[in-house]
Structures are given as C-alpha cells and as structure tokens.
C-alpha cells in the first residue's frame, strides 16, 4: 500500500519502503548506487538510491551502468530542477531523464503527484522482471513539498516476485541428448545461476550428473569452491577441450572470451540456459537453447537425470586430464605461497587469509592482480558471498558494495563477516568510505594488499632515487603510487583499526584479531613486494587479462 499525503521526502522513504529493501544510509551518491544494487543482488529486490539533482545524479550513473551490465536490479531517484524551470538554467538542472536512459531499462518523470506511487511500481518492477537491471525515477523539486488530495491517488499495490517460467519439454530433452553424447561435458556456472537462487537445484543436478563444473568470478560459491566437481584450478584446460558446455546464468562475453577460439573448442556445443531471449546465440549460436528461469530450468533437467537414470563416469579420460590439471596448479601456486621472503607476495598473503577467513565471509574483492590472484585463491562456499569488479570491470565499487553487504548481514543477523580484499589503487577510488563504515560501526575488515602501485609499482628507496633525479612528475611511472602509503592511518583517523603488516606472523595476528572484533571496522595494509605477479601462465594471453 501506498501514502501519499503529503508527499513530502518523508513519503518518498515510504513509498520505497513499500516496494524494495531500502538502504538507509547516507553514503556518497557513486558508492550510495553501487551499494543499493550490491543490495539488489544479494536480496533478490531492489535496493533504493535517492540523489540530488545534477552532479548527484550524474555520480550516479557510473552505479548504474554498472548494475545494468551485471543484471542486478536498483531503483535510482534524483530529486530534479522544478517543473516549470526547465530550460530556464535552474540550480543543477540538467535532462536527467534523457542520460539515463542510456544507463538504464526505465526512466521517466511522474508528471504528476498522483502519478508518482505507479512510476515507482513500474520502476520496481521492470528493475526486477525479465534480466534485472537499473531504473530510474525523476522527481521534480515542486513536488517535494507540494501536497495531494489522498483520494484522487489511485492505490497500487506491491509488486511480487517475478513470474517464472520453464523451458519448453523437446528442448530440455534434446539438451540432456547432447550431453549424453558429449566425450568432454562442462558446466559452466555465472552470476545468474546466484541471481537466480538455483543452488540447491544445481548441487543435486552436478552430482546427480557428475560433470565437472566451472564457476565464474561471481559464480563462485553458488556450489563451494572446494566440491570434488570443481574444476576452477583448471579453467583454461576446460574450457579450450569442452565439447559441450551447459551455461548457466553467464553471457558469452569477454569475461568467458566469447565462447570462441583460441579459448575454446571452435566445435563446441552450447547449451545456454537464460532468461533473456535476445541473449541467445550472442557470439555463438547455441546447440540449444534453454529460456526461463535458472532454477526451473535446473530442476526440469535434473528431472531428465533421474528419468534416464544417466551419470558422467567418473572414470573418462576428460575427468583424469582435468583431475590432473587441477592437482598441477594447486601445487604451483602452493609453492609459491610458502615462499618465506619479506615482503611477501600475492600467493603468500592470500594463503593464510584464506586459511583464516570464516566460510561464510562475504568477500569482496576488487583491483588488477589482488583480485584475479585473490579468485583463485580465496575459496568461496555459499552463493552470492562474491562481489566484484563485475561485467563491466569497474574500479571502486569495493567499499559501497561492502558497505551494502554489511548493512544487509545486520539486518538479516546471519554473524557473517565482510571482507574487502583490494588492491591499492582500487582502495584509492573510494577509501574515504572508511568514514561511513566508522558512522555506522560497520565491522568490515578491509585487507589492502599494497604493492605500491597499478599493477606494479616501486620500493621506497627506488622512489627516494628518483626524487633525487629531479621532477618526479616526469620521471615516476604513472602506474607507480606512493611507496608504502599509510592506508591504515586512513583508518585510525576515523576512530576504526588500522594495522600495518609486513610478515606473515602479522598478518596472521592482525587478521585473527580484527575477526575477532564486531564493533568496528579494520584495515589491514598488508605492505608486499612491488614486483610480485602473477605466476607464469600456461598462455601468453592470460598475462594481463583479467582472468
Ligand atoms: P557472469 O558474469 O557470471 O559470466 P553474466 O552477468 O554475464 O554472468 O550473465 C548472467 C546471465 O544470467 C544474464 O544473461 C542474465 O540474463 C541471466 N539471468 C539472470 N537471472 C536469471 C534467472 N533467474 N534465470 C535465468 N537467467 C538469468
Ligand atoms: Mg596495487
């Protein structure tokens, strides 16, 4: 149900509380977006994000384009210049309609206060329905204190959950045909299949099956990462020799290099499992196509399963090539971890944070190396407990999304942790946000793994013979920022923890210390050696993408 009398800001909280989970926090309007559309994906309604006009809702944009590449649902409200000052060079007037439109699914203006609660429905309800995606809900400063007449507003009433709808029989037949036949079957599991609540249908489905299975970075942990059908640590291998690929959930996109060689088989078969038409055949044209919801979809399949009474033997040649992979990289990158050098590198420092960390974490994670090395290091166990750079590899979403996740764990009490894993330079888009976590005693433990740059940067004493050279404007590489930057102090100055590391007995201590702390948020500056990277890939192309 709806009030409206007198609409006033009060009223527009209301109308949001009715409709969407409303984050009730005053944040900066870039991270306020990404915040309420991380609140979108972790709770299935949109989270609300109410701007000023202008520059407000120009911030905004970046949050938005950013929920409508992931598919997550948010509805955006800009308090706008007055209805009869348009054109007239109004206090940040600007065609906030118009802009976003392009960053947007919906985007309109209520001409009218009675017109207003069934926009809002509308926007609610297009932000969720079909691929979910951002909305946009202009408000005209007039109406702000303007008052109605309660009966002449036309009630409308909550909107439900999405309808769901399941593939057609023939074509669910035909894909449990195809995967029958394949010699080499993979299942490839996206951040639609966690959108779409499809876990405890997937885990019967892949045990059921027996297909070895591979998750995308925000898929990751809608089966646990550690399930003898993962096959994470040998993605390349799975992925160029797949002869079939189920897809659930995830685009053909960059992040799954188009589904194309040299990534992948140029025979493959496609089963593609989405719920937005037009997504089919994007890149390559699916052997077959499977449209409806995810979770429906999986059941409708595993339904097949038990008709046929049909597993994937665990004894094939596929699973020992893949088996046999995985055992590889694990043990790479295991020894790279117990290399006992000060500074320590990537593999060292995300080894004793993943032994640390609680399964249930919600973990965070965004920055050039920190986050792909950190992927493949930081398990994940339960579904949508990754938030990331996303579809669109945005930078500085870390601390509005942990700032959501936290805000959603204290509203939904579940004792579970938020961690934020970032690189330098992604902590330096949006670290003032430490202030926000301090207001509202967010326990958030953010671990800045600080290599003193972008990808690479330099030691302190490199930097002090540059300075001596001359202008170091001209003469520091531009990927190189300040060598050992006090991020923690960042912290302290809010009145959180900040602890400086530079061994493994200190980020283990400090680590266990901040876990051990609901009150208040950490930071971690985990100070490691500028030139650690990745480790040597099988591929020259996986040097610097970012998977
Ligand atoms: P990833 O980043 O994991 O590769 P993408 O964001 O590329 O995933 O793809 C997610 C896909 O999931 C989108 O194409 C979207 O339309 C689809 N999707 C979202 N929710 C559902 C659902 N409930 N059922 C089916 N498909 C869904
Ligand atoms: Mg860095």
Request: charged letters at 20%.
């Amino acid at each position: 149900m709806v009030h409206l009398t007198p609409l006033s800001p009060t009223a527009v909280y209301l109308h949001l509380h009715t409709f969407t989970t409303f984050l009730y926090l005053y944040v900066t309007s870039q991270q306020a977006c990404y915040a309420a559309s991380a609140v979108g994906y972790l709770t299935g309604r949109p989270g609300a994000c109410l701007v000023v006009s202008g520059p407000g809702l120009i911030h905004a944009l970046g949050g938005m384009a950013n929920a409508n590449v992931n598919c997550w649902p948010v509805v955006v409200i800009g308090g706008s210049s007055d209805r009869n000052q348009e054109t007239a060079g109004a206090f940040q007037e600007f065609p906030q309609v118009e802009a976003c439109r392009l960053y947007s699914k919906f985007s309109a203006r209520p001409s009218s206060l009675e017109a207003i609660p069934s926009v809002i429905e509308k926007a609610v309800r297009t932000s969720m329905y079909g691929r979910p995606g951002a909305c946009y809900v202009d408000i005209a400063g007039d109406m702000v204190n303007a008052k109605v007449d309660r009966s002449t507003v036309r009630v409308v009433s909550c909107c439900p959950s999405p309808p769901v709808s399941f593939a057609d029989h023939d074509s669910i037949s035909e894909a449990i045909n195809v995967l029958k036949k394949s010699k080499r079957p993979l299942v490839i599991i996206g951040k639609g299949a966690a959108y779409g609540r499809a876990e405890v249908a997937l885990k019967e489905f892949v045990e059921m099956s027996g297909l070895p299975f591979l998750p995308t970075p925000m898929g990751k942990g809608v089966l646990p990462d550690d399930h003898p059908n993962c096959v994470a640590a040998a993605r390349s291998r799975a992925l160029l020799q797949a002869d079939v690929v189920l897809l659930l959930g995830a685009r053909l996109n960059w992040i799954l290099h188009f589904g194309l060689p040299p990534r992948f088989d140029p025979d493959v078969k496609i089963i593609q499992v989405d719920l937005c038409a037009e997504e089919m055949g994007n890149n390559v044209r699916p052997a077959v196509a499977l449209l409806g919801d995810i979770n429906a979809i999986v059941t409708q399949l595993l339904e097949g399963v038990y008709k046929d009474g049909w597993k994937y033997s665990s004894d094939t040649e596929w699973w020992g090539t893949l088996k046999d992979k995985v055992a590889a990289n694990a043990k790479m990158s295991k020894a790279l971890a117990l290399q006992s050098t000060v500074p320590m590198n990537y593999y060292t420092v995300f080894h004793h944070v993943a032994q640390l960390l609680p399964h249930d974490c919600i973990i965070v994670s965004e920055g050039a190396n920190t986050m792909d090395i950190g992927r493949t290091m930081l398990n994940n166990y339960l579904p949508r407990h990754r938030l990331d750079a996303g579809t669109f590899g945005t930078m500085g979403v870390g601390l509005g999304f942990a700032i959501a996740a936290a805000a959603v764990e204290r509203s939904e009490k579940k004792g579970q942790r938020v961690v934020c894993v970032e690189g330098d330079s992604a902590f330096g888009f949006s670290g003032m946000e430490v202030e926000t976590m301090c207001r509202y005693n967010l326990p958030v433990i953010i671990i800045v793994v600080n290599n003193n740059g972008i990808y690479s940067g330099v030691d302190p004493e490199t930097w002090k013979e540059m300075a001596k050279m001359g202008d170091l404007t001209s003469i520091a590489p531009p990927v190189t920022l300040l060598p050992e930057a006090r991020y923690d102090e960042v912290m302290t100055a809010f009145g959180g923890r900040g602890v400086l590391v530079r061994t493994v007995e200190e980020l283990r201590s400090a680590l266990q210390l901040c876990l051990s702390d609901w009150e208040k948020p950490s930071l971690l500056n985990v100070l490691i050696d500028p030139s650690s990277d990745r480790k040597q890939q099988e591929f020259p192309w996986l040097t610097r993408s970012n998977l």
